[in-house]
C-alpha cells in the first residue's frame, strides 16, 4: 500500500528517533536553530477516550537520544549518526486489562552537502530499527526510512526546503513530499513552517538562556505486538487513511539554558487527531480489539534535559 500524502515523521518516528544536524555557517541550509546532541524525556498523556468502545486509556512514553555529526571538508559538508530508545506504555479500562509495554531502537545516519553555489545545499538521511513488544520476530519488527531534500536561500535567515520521505512500515511503503522553510524573522524570534508536520515558533525572552514558544508536531508510529487478545503477530499503527493521517501534539514550550548548552525544557498542550488501528498478521484485515478505536483529545505534558549548540 503506497500512500502520497502532505505530510511528514519521523519524519517520525523522524524527529522521535532521528537528530538533525544540520551546519549553519556561511550560507548554508540549516533547517533547526541548534544541534542537538544528546535528549532525555518524559511524556504523559491525560486520561483519554477510546471513542468506540468509551473505555478510558492511558499512555506514558520515555525516551533517550543521541547524535553527533562532524565537518568533513572546508564547504562544511556534514555527516551525523544518532540513536534513540523509546518506551511506550499503554493501558486502557476494561474488564480484561492486558497492558502494552512498546520498545522502539532506532540508528541513524545523515549527510548534508553544500553545493559550490554557496546558495544551495542538499540533505539524505536514513534511519533503521525495531518497534515491538520485543517478543515478535525480528523481520516483523523492522522499519527503515530515507529522506532526500534540496535547500535554498540567499542567506541564514530564510531558508527553503523541499524534498521526499520514504518508509516502510509494516503495513507497506509510506511515501510524501516535504515543502517547507526556516526564517529567522528577528534577533529573538524564529519560526520553522512545515505544514501537515510541523509549526514551530521560538522566541528569545532573554538570548542563550530562556527561549519560550509553540509547536505543532505531527509524531506517527507503527508497533508490532507478539500476541495480544487472541491476535499473534499483529500490529498497531496511528498512521491514517484520512486527514490529518497522523496525530499532531499541539504544545506550548519554555526551554531553560541552566548553562551553556545544557537545558531543561518543559512542553504542556493538547493533542489532536489520535487514533489507533490494529491490524492482523496478514495486514489487511482491522481486528475487532478495543485497540481499532480513534482516540478523544488529551492534555500531553511533556519534560526533560537535552544538550544542544545553538547556531542562532
Known amino acids: 500500500m503506497v500512500q502520497i500524502l502532505f505530510v511528514n515523521r519521523f519524519f517520525l518516528p523522524l524527529l522521535a528517533v532521528f537528530v538533525l544536524s544540520l551546519s549553519a555557517r556561511s550560507l548554508h541550509a540549516q533547517y533547526s536553530n541548534y544541534d542537538e546532541i544528546f535528549q532525555v524525556s518524559g511524556m504523559s498523556f491525560g486520561t483519554a477516550e477510546l471513542n468506540q468502545s468509551k473505555l478510558s486509556i492511558d499512555q506514558r512514553q520515555w525516551g533517550i537520544s543521541g547524535g553527533y555529526g562532524w565537518d568533513l571538508n572546508d564547504r562544511s559538508d556534514r555527516l551525523t549518526l544518532a540513536a534513540s530508545y523509546d518506551y511506550l506504555s499503554l493501558e486502557h479500562g476494561g474488564p ?13 545516519a545523515e549527510f548534508l552537502k553544500t553545493w559550490k553555489n554557496p546558495y544551495w545545499g542538499s ?49 507497506g511503503p509510506w511515501v510524501f513530499p516535504i515543502l517547507g522553510v526556516d526564517w529567522k524573522f528577528s534577533k529573538r524570534g524564529y519560526l520553522s513552517f512545515f505544514p501537515m508536520y510541523r509549526i514551530y ?15 505543532s508536531l505531527a509524531e506517527g508510529m507503527s508497533f508490532n505486538l507478539s500476541e495480544f487478545q487472541g491476535q499473534t503477530d499483529s500490529y498497531l499503527t496511528t498512521f491514517s487513511d484520512q486527514f490529518p493521517y497522523y496525530p499532531y501534539n499541539n504544545t506550548l514550550f519554555i526551554d531553560w539554558y541552566i548553562k551553556k548548552n545544557y537545558v531543561l525544557f518543559l512542553k504542556g498542550g493538547w493533542t489532536l487527531g489520535r487514533e489507533f488501528r490494529h491490524y492482523t498478521s496478514n495486514h489487511d484485515e482491522l481486528t475487532t480489539s478495543v485497540y481499532n478505536s480513534s482516540i478523544s483529545n488529551a492534555l500531553i505534558l511533556q519534560a526533560g534535559f537535552a544538550i544542544r549548540f545553538r547556531k542562532f
Not at 133 to 157: C, E, P, R
Open 201 to 215: 515558533l521560538e522566541y528569545g525572552l532573554k538570548l542563550d538562556h530562556l527561549y519560550i514558544g509553540l509547536e
Open 96 to 108: 480484561i486489562t492486558q497492558p502494552l509495554d512498546i520498545h522502539q531502537v532506532f540508528v541513524g
Open 123 to 171: 540533505t539524505i538521511s536514513a534511519y533503521f530499527g525495531l518497534s515491538s513488544d520485543f517478543d515478535t520476530l525480528y523481520n516483523s519488527s523492522f522499519q527503515s526510512a530515507i529522506t532526500g531534500m534540496v535547500h535554498y536561500g540567499k542567506s541564514n535567515d530564510l531558508i527553503w526546503s523541499a524534498g521526499i520521505f520514504y518508509s516502510d512500515q509494516p503495513f
